[in-house]
Structure formats: structure tokens, C-alpha cells
């Protein structure tokens, strides 16, 4: 794993372009200036590791855009010390960034492999989130209430159970729709009992599969 010049530059470059399209949160920047993208990649997509895309990983899965990411990151306000649910860890690259930003990171990844590669990479990078393998769709009540919930994955609804696993002033982030596109939600839990929901653009999302999410 060689994180040369030339990468640091291409870096430098995505994050200028991330500016360019309306992210303004400096230290989400700084994080995607500093987590190494090509890390994550398959060989065969190296040369383009830093162009604002998403690219396959094994299993039908992808790594998201980094505009998605910093999109998403953003809208978590992330605090040092929050305590955060990242739903779909993917490559890991998303919870690298949250990692860089202070957080203290509980993710979880529905396919075994995925979740088992994403570990030995990080580990491999000196990051130590928590794993977990299993359903995210329905949280994970044994480690709640969580300061931020972030889902990766495109659901078809919000699920109660993960407004249900934030602390009173926290925020959960998901893309809500259907196959084709979702909206990104932001619902802020204001007491006990209520919620906020703010609505932000489309994207485009792979499935949450599980229980409240895609069958
Ligand atoms: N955050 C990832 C990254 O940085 O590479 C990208 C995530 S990818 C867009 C969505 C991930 O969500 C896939 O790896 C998929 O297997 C996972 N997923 C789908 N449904 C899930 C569920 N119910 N629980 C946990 N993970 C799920």
C-alpha cells in the first residue's frame, strides 16, 4: 500500500472539485484529503481512484462517490467523541472518514465477506472501528443510543427502530426511495417522543436489504 505524491496531489484535486460542487465543511474535507481512496479499489480502477465516481467492489456492491460521502458526512455535523452507527460499511472507506473526524465508529456490513475485507484492510491502515456482521436495517440495540446513524444502503422507508437508537439532539442520515433514486433525509430527534425531517437532493443508492429494508 504506497500513498505517493501523485496520489496526495490527486487528492488535493478531488477535494477542490468536492468545494467546487457545495461541500464547505473543512474538516470533511481535510478527512477526504487525508483517508488514501485507492486503497479501497479494485486494480482495475486505480488510475481513476480519485475522479468523483463510485466503482463496484466484490458482491454487487459499491463504494460510494465522494461527493456522497461528503454530502452525507456533512449533514452528520460529526462532533469528536460522537459515538456513530454507519449502516453498510462496505469497502470501509466511509468509516475511515468518520474515524478521521473524531468519532468513535460502529459498523455494520449485511454481507460476511464484505465486512471480513473491509477489517483486514483497515486494521492493515491502523483504524479500529467496531464490526459487526448482520442486519443493519434494524440498528443495533445492544450498543444504542447512538449520537449519528448513517445508512449507506438506498431504503424504502425510514425505520422506526433507528429513529428509536438515537440520543435526544442526534441525527440520522438515509436515502429514502425507491430502486431508482432516493432522497437524502436528515431526521433530528428533538425529545423522546418527536422528530424533525429535512429533505435534501436525489442519489442513487444500492438496496438495504433486511428486515426494513428491501426483500
Ligand atoms: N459505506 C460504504 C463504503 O464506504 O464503501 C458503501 C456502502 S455500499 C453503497 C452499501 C452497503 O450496504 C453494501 O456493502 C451492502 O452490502 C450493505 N447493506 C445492504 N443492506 C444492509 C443491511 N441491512 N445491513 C447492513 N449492511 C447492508
Not at 461527493?67 to 462496505?90: C, H, M, N, S, W
Not at 449519528?148 to 428509536?164: C, Y
Request: aromatic residues 10%.
Amino acid at each position: 500500500m504506497i500513498d505517493s505524491y501523485r496520489h496526495k496531489g490527486l487528492r488535493r484535486a478531488l477535494v477542490k472539485k468536492l468545494k467546487a460542487k457545495g461541500i464547505q465543511d473543512e474538516r470533511v474535507l481535510e478527512a477526504i484529503n487525508t483517508v488514501p481512496r485507492h486503497f479501497f479499489l479494485d486494480t482495475a480502477f486505480l488510475e481513476k481512484s480519485y475522479e468523483d465516481i463510485a466503482f463496484p467492489i466484490e458482491e454487487g456492491q459499491t463504494i460510494s462517490q465522494p461527493y456522497t460521502v461528503a454530502f452525507q458526512t456533512q449533514l452528520l455535523e460529526v462532533d469528536r467523541g460522537d459515538k456513530i452507527l454507519e449502516i453498510g460499511t462496505g469497502s470501509g472507506y466511509q468509516c475511515c472518514i468518520l474515524l478521521e473526524l473524531g468519532a468513535t465508529v460502529f459498523t455494520i456490513e449485511y454481507n460476511q465477506r464484505l465486512s471480513h475485507k473491509a477489517r483486514a484492510l483497515l486494521h492493515k491502515m491502523g483504524y479500529r472501528p467496531k464490526f459487526i456482521c448482520g442486519d443493519g436495517s434494524k440498528g443495533l440495540a445492544a450498543f444504542a443510543p447512538f449520537d449519528k446513524i448513517l445508512v449507506t444502503a438506498g431504503a424504502p422507508i425510514v425505520p422506526q427502530t433507528l429513529k428509536d437508537q438515537l440520543k435526544v439532539g442526534g441525527y440520522l442520515v438515509i436515502p429514502v426511495g425507491d430502486h431508482k433514486s432516493q432522497k437524502m433525509l436528515r431526521i433530528t430527534r428533538l425529545s423522546e417522543t418527536e422528530y424533525e425531517e429535512e429533505s435534501f437532493q436525489n442519489f442513487k443508492f444500492v438496496p438495504l436489504l433486511g428486515e426494513y429494508g428491501w426483500k
